[in-house]
């Protein structure tokens, strides 16, 4: 026979061979992608290199993304802080849904009424892994590890950029090493390493880079220094907050608010602001993008890049001098804007742009969407699938709303808010009654440096914005009482 005339190591080399293709071909067949979903922290919209807003910054693996699949340039956040955005985008639910609508030490959200997206992959046969930030509640042990994961690499709060606590599959331990660094090699290790190669994957990559204090790899900590800081686009750093509400001037004195007086306007401040704090929040951000690289590679490595949606986003977006702020929070677009691009050749065209207008909580209706699974009635966001057929007319929202709960640990960073923006206008509702509201025109004023609250001729636009309001607060079902979930799991407990 024929069997008898080859060496018995080639016969086993022949069958192995033939076992990794008919896997292969099982995969294929089975037509769901992997996903790779990348989130950094704080990362503004505007900080690619494809936006040219820092001639300086080169990020050549997001820009990859961009070029090689699809760029949204009006994607936005439901609520802008870390713990409420990353619950919403596991979810699909806004934060006063889920429940985590502030970083709060105390709280998941419900899982057991929103279970996250990973769970429902779970159920369907894909190996899912969280490597990176849940900044939920601050949980230790194997009581960390939240539901929806079968591999977890994790740390409490922000954690730390060296050498820090982290949590794997519910042992702490300390890791040494550069944080970014530390969660691109584990990642590569489940990729690589850990997981079923039979099964279709889930991995979260969640960065704490670039949140504050921002700290640069080592062998960053010298980019940028003869450099000079841009000025914001639309003048937004010569804001001086004549017009806009009080409470806004507040702020603007920072950790000083409470020396604040009453006045009309500030004196504007001179260029550059926060000069290093927003080098070094640049600097800190080119680790991620060799990260983002790195994991590229080895799904190219590993044959399974073009099988896989590669998705990269921010929790946030992030103040860059613009109105002269930091932070975030509030529903200036610098704050409530964030970066998105997803590259999966079998749906999307190189260089697509999707100008729709999109939110986190469309997230994890959009993976379902991909993988075959049906959504979830609890799911408030849509799928943007459709958005991704260039060729395809599609009904799709013409107007979001934005959330904002006061912050305890920074009662000066912003009252509550509610807003709406379209395509072209945004209104702000700051529920203050010794203060005004805001109104600005996008498609004039793209800097929102002039509030129209007060101007007879947009009257009937206000009406309409706060019309619209109304219908999307009852569509997603508001409620204002920002601790309403607070005081049930503390009552539990």
Same mark, same amino acid.
């Given at each position: ?15 192995? *061979?033939?076992? +990794? *293709?008919?896997?292969? =071909? ?16 704080? +990362? ?11 001639? $300086? ?43 985590? #609508?502030? #970083? ?58 060296? #050498? ?44 704490? @880079? ?31 907050? @004549? ?35 927003? %080098? ?7 680790? &991620? ?41 509030? @529903? ?21 742009? &999707? ?8 997230? =994890? ?43 305890? =640990? ?20 700051? $529920? ?23 101007? *007879? %001729? ?36």
């Amino acid at each position: 026979m024929f069997f008898k005339k080859i060496p018995l190591f080639m016969l086993l080399l022949v069958m192995f *061979s033939s076992c +990794q *293709s008919i896997d292969k =071909a099982k995969k294929q067949q089975d037509g769901r992608p992997n996903f790779l979903f990348v989130m950094v922290d704080d +990362q503004p919209y505007d900080a690619l290199g494809i936006y040219e807003r820092y001639p $300086f910054l080169e990020t050549p693996n997001m820009d990859r993304l961009a070029k090689e699949g699809a760029n949204f340039t009006n994607f936005f956040v439901t609520q802008s802080i870390c713990s409420p955005s990353r619950a919403s985008f596991l979810t699909g639910t806004y934060p006063h849904i889920h429940g985590v #609508n502030q #970083n709060n030490p105390h709280v998941d959200p419900n899982w057991e009424a929103y279970p996250p997206y990973t769970s429902i992959l779970q159920e369907q046969g894909y190996e899912t892994a969280m490597v990176g930030k849940i900044h939920m509640a601050h949980y230790r042990g194997e009581k960390h590890v939240r539901p929806g994961f079968d591999y977890w690499f994790s740390f409490i709060g922000q954690g730390e950029y060296f #050498n820090p606590e982290v949590n794997e599959n519910g042992k702490e331990y300390q890791e040494e090493g550069y944080m970014t660094d530390i969660l691109t090699d584990k990642a590569i290790d489940w990729l690589t390493e850990k997981r079923s190669e039979n099964k279709p994957f889930n991995l979260c990559l969640w960065h704490k @880079a670039v949140h504050e204090p921002h700290a640069p790899a080592p062998r960053h900590s010298d980019l940028y220094e003869n450099t000079e800081l841009p000025e914001p686009p639309f003048d937004m750093h010569k804001e001086n907050f @004549a017009g806009k509400p009080e409470w806004q001037r507040v702020k603007a004195y920072d950790s000083k608010w409470k020396d604040y007086q009453p006045v009309d306007s500030l004196p504007m401040k001179s260029w550059p602001i926060k000069e290093q704090k927003f %080098k070094n929040l640049l600097k800190t951000l080119i680790s &991620v993008d060799e990260s983002l690289g790195k994991v590229l590679d080895t799904l190219e490595e590993m044959g399974e890049l073009d099988n896989t949606v590669v998705i990269f986003t921010s929790d946030n977006g992030y103040f860059m001098g613009e109105h002269t702020y930091w932070d975030k929070r509030i @529903a200036y677009e610098s704050s409530m804007r964030i970066p998105m691009l997803i590259r999966y050749p079998e749906l999307i065209k190189p260089e697509s742009e &999707v100008t729709e207008l999109c939110l986190n909580i469309d997230m =994890a209706p959009t993976l379902l969407d991909l993988s075959n699974n049906t959504i979830p009635g609890y799911m408030q966001g849509e799928s943007m699938v459709p958005l991704l057929d260039e060729e395809k007319d599609v009904d799709w929202r013409d107007a979001v709303m934005f959330e904002y709960y006061v912050d305890d =640990a920074y009662p000066y960073a912003g009252p509550d808010m509610l807003a709406v923006r379209t395509d072209t206008l945004k209104l702000v509702d700051n $529920f203050l009654e010794d203060d005004i509201d805001e109104l600005y025109d996008l498609k004039n004023d793209p800097g929102e440096m002039n509030n129209l609250i007060y101007e *007879s %001729k947009y009257e009937d636009v206000e009406k309409r914005l706060r019309s619209e309001l109304e219908i999307l607060k009852e569509k997603y079902k508001y409620n204002p009482d920002r601790d309403w979930w607070l005081r049930q799991v503390i009552n539990e407990k």
